[in-house]
């Protein structure tokens, strides 16, 4: 980048800050909703929460069914 490119876009920088930490917290956040240790840990606390009572048989059967094929597609992907 020149210096007069530099200075003319200088005022954008908070905004280029921002779009690079949007997309850190979407690699992050995407990373954790696809690794298998979280979502094991997830369906435990599905069981547990229609153990206590809170979710219906149909909300649980949901819950899992869509916990387990995001931990289906995890597995297939690999390791990131």
Known sequence: MG??????TLPLAPVRGVVAIARVLEREAQRQMSNPATLRDQLAEVQAAYDRGELTEQERDLEQDQLVARLLMAQDRGPS
Request: aromatic fraction near 16%; charged fraction near 0%.
């Open 3 to 8: 210096l007069f490119t530099g200075l003319l």
